[in-house]
């Protein structure tokens, strides 16, 4: 079986999502790329360091988020995490002290002393999150790190992983087979399926290019079919729409649209319902993009952190 | 109406994310932090209150026979102590089964039960450092077991005035007998315990392995020689890890064999070393072959 075939990119520093139906083969990257698996072909290297003769040193400087539950339940996160930390190099009294600052930076406080056993998902995804950036790593992969979490659970989840960029400094790998939560989290999302590359750009690029945004109005007595009138007003003034019922779908090409929208309701004298951004799912990528499913070469300039893969694995 | 004090006496500063500087000890380092922590958890130490009770008591009753040879030696002026140094692990053998039949799984079990391994494995040890490091921290906690009572027997037979040069050389040769016994009851319980993330299994299988492997050759042996097989005896006594360790020591150590018959002639006390190693060397290859396989679950 072929997990990864001919998938070639670079990662730049940064939040990057990595998005993927099940059985995509992200995990099966992330795990080249921790020199866990060697690839059958191919070479990979992150934080410029190969994959394959230095799995150590790579280890030793990227902490790992796995996707399945990894916590014994019978010590306490401190314990837990405690050990993680001189797992990953530091000596007692500097693992001590990290050990406490990061289950703090994570949000866990007085229940750190308790036995995982007894943790609510969140609380177990936080530790789980701990234990990886204990060691102050420079990059974090993170295997589904919202899996299993309830909205709001998946939002603090989401804000947690922009923070580990945004205040720790240091970059992320996500993982996520929704490609609407990465959207929000990453600035680079990289879309693989069945083992080859289907899109890697940045998040800007990516909304720009595909954002739709979801307009419904009331109905007045002057404009009984409100949704015809804002359509025809809207294409008036040369913003494409396409009418789906009473709902209008718009192409957002830049921030103006947003208030051509308004001004078009606005001046028909009608109620704006609703007017909300389309969540875009997976699917939408697997039209064809790139018909002829080629591997699509991504190249960054700035390697600080290249994991280029070209990785086929049996 | 008084004023409100608007003074804070405490403030909660968040300094914020600090990088950490310091040293890096790397994959050597690693690997001892993990050796250390199942050596010390082989006692229960690091672990909950009710994880110590078993190592603890089974530790007692192994270490209290030979403080009671030792007062009797002292007490009756004997000329020389009532077994040999390389017999006492054998009479108390039940005691070894048992704390290598707890802490074996213990050891692998609970990494692989609760999916521990890729975290391990996502730090700088490398797959034998763990099979090492876990391979090493039951051999210790067993040498730790064994080496209590000798010590104990050893000092005694000091205090007891006993001839030095005959009591050192018994206490070297228990010492040897004690490594080789650790190195080859480790081996054999990791790899059964290895192979099911359920402890229950784990410890049933271990306390099967040595107890009924011992129960059977132990029997057909006194059959044989009471039938005057007196080489068929010796010779099976390669079918449990027991006699294995007795054949050894009686051909090499100069022990007197706990069976009816040791390894028939020098040959076949070699052989008797030769399969010891082996599956020490066997159980270390085992466990390097399950492990390339959990590390990518």
Redesign the interface.
């Known amino acids: 079986m072929t997990a990864l075939d001919r998938l070639t990119l670079d990662i730049e520093p940064g939040v990057v999502g990595l998005v993927g139906s099940n059985g995509a083969g992200k995990s099966t990257l992330i ?1 080249i790329l ?1 020199g ?2 060697a690839a059958s072909e191919g070479r990979a290297s992150v934080l410029g360091l190969d994959v394959v003769r230095d ?3 790579i ?6 988020m ?1 996707e ?8 306490s996160a401190t ?1 837990f995490v405690l ?2 930390a ?6 007692t009294a ?1 693992a001590r002290e ?1 050990t406490a ?1 990061t289950l703090r ?1 994570v949000g866990l406080y007085e229940e750190r002393y308790r036995p995982i056993g007894g943790y609510s998902t969140g609380m177990k995804q936080r530790v789980k999150l701990a ?1 990886a950036l204990v ?2 790593p420079q990059l974090v992969l993170l295997d589904e790190p919202t899996n299993g979490l309830d909205p709001v659970g998946r939002d603090e989840m989401l804000d947690l992983i922009r923070r580990v960029h945004t ?3 240091i970059s992320v790998l996500v993982t996520s087979h929704l490609l609407g939560e990465l959207e929000r989290t990453c600035d680079h999302v990289v879309v693989i399926d069945g083992g080859t590359l289907l899109r890697s750009q940045s998040t800007a690029e990516f909304t720009q290019a595909t954002q739709t945004m979801a307009v419904e109005v009331t109905d007045s007595e002057r404009h009984p079919d409100g949704a015809a009138a804002v359509c025809a007003a809207l294409v008036g003034s040369g913003v494409a729409v396409t009418a789906d019922g009473r709902l209008l779908l718009v192409d957002v090409s830049d921030e103006s649209t947003y208030d051509t929208v308004r001004d078009a309701v606005a001046g028909l004298g009608l109620g704006l319902v609703r007017m909300e951004q389309r969540r875009h799912g997976i699917v939408e990528l697997f039209r064809p993009q790139t018909p002829d499913a080629q591997p699509v070469p991504f190249r960054g300039q700035h390697e600080k952190e290249g994991s280029r893969g070209s990785a086929s694995t049996p | 109406m008084p004023a409100r004090p608007d003074t804070h006496t405490g403030v909660i500063h968040d300094i914020g994310y600090r990088h950490y500087d310091g040293p890096r000890l790397g994959r050597g380092y690693a690997a001892r932090s993990l050796f250390l922590q199942s050596l010390r958890g082989a006692y229960g130490l690091g672990r909950s209150g009710k994880s110590k009770v078993l190592p603890m008591i089974l530790y007692a009753v192994m270490s209290l026979p030979a403080l009671i040879i030792v007062a009797v030696a002292v007490a009756t002026d004997a000329d020389e102590l009532p077994l040999e140094y390389t017999r006492y692990a054998i009479y108390l053998q039940a005691v070894i089964t048992l704390f290598v039949a707890a802490q074996a799984p213990q050891a692998v079990s609970r990494d692989l039960r609760f999916k521990m391994i890729p975290l391990y494995f996502s730090r700088p040890i490398e797959r034998i450092d763990y099979v090492v490091a876990k391979f090493l921290a039951l051999t210790g906690a067993l040498l730790v077991l064994l080496v209590t009572p000798l010590l104990v027997l050893y000092v005694g037979a000091l205090l007891a005035k006993l001839p030095f040069a005959e009591q050192t050389e018994g206490f070297a040769q228990g010492l040897v007998a004690a490594l080789l016994l650790s190195l080859l009851y480790a081996g054999l319980s990791l790899v059964v315990a290895a192979l099911t993330p359920r402890r229950g299994f784990g410890v049933a299988a271990i306390i099967a392995l040595f107890t009924i492997s011992y129960g059977a050759v132990s029997s057909l042996q006194e059959v044989a020689d009471n039938e005057g097989n007196h080489d068929v005896a010796g010779w099976l006594g390669l079918f449990s890890p027991v006699t294995i360790l007795d054949g050894v020591q009686s051909w090499a150590l100069g022990a007197t064999p706990a069976g009816p018959q040791g390894p028939p002639g020098n040959g076949a006390g070699f052989v008797f070393l030769l399969v010891l190693l082996g599956l020490v060397a066997a159980s270390f290859g085992l466990l390097m072959r399950r492990y390339r396989k959990v590390g990518l679950s």
């Not at chain 1, 280890?59 to 790992?64: H, K, L, P, T």
């Not at chain 1, 399945?68 to 010590?75: A, R, S, T």
């Open positions: 795990k921790l866990l698996l799995g150590s040193k280890r030793e400087r990227v902490g790992y796995p399945h539950e990894c916590l014994p339940p019978d010590v314990e050990h993680m001189r797992m990953s190099g530091l000596p500097a990290r600052d930076h234990q060691h102050d205040d720790f400094g």
